[in-house]
């Protein structure tokens, strides 16, 4: 059975950092594209970040220049590393393949005040 499991959320404040990692079991996902998704309340999930199989990332006009997408096939990891993060980013965030294949994780709580 496939589980993605996303970590590494929090409650920061405007201006501040965090990295989230995702880590998935019973498969391996070194040949997918992946990407990180976010849903904020009361709006529709969003891809915020993707990166190839051979490390090639892609952003969100939103995010860009922010964020950073890495990924260790080795270890079957992607990170997020999320910087000057602003409010509108408060969001539960997501992994999963792009275009998305697995089963949705529980996500990530992350919460930037003002």
């Known amino acids: 059975q496939v589980q993605l499991v996303e970590s590494g959320g929090g409650l920061v404040q405007a201006g501040g950092s965090l990295r989230l990692s995702c880590a998935a079991s019973?498969?391996?996902?070194?040949?997918?594209?992946m990407g990180w998704y976010r849903q904020a309340p009361g709006k529709r999930r969003e891809l915020v970040a993707r990166?190839?199989?051979?490390?090639?990332?892609n952003y969100a006009d939103s995010v860009k220049g922010r964020f950073t997408i890495s990924r260790d096939n080795a270890k079957n990891t992607v990170s997020l590393q999320m910087n000057s993060l602003k409010p509108e980013d408060t969001a539960v965030y997501y992994c999963?393949?792009?275009?998305?294949?697995?089963?949705w994780g529980q996500g990530t709580q992350v919460t930037v005040s003002s």
């Open positions: 999963n393949s792009f275009p998305t294949f697995f089963s």
């Open positions: 019973g498969t391996t996902f070194r040949f997918n594209a």
């Open positions: 990166i190839t199989s051979g490390g090639s990332p």
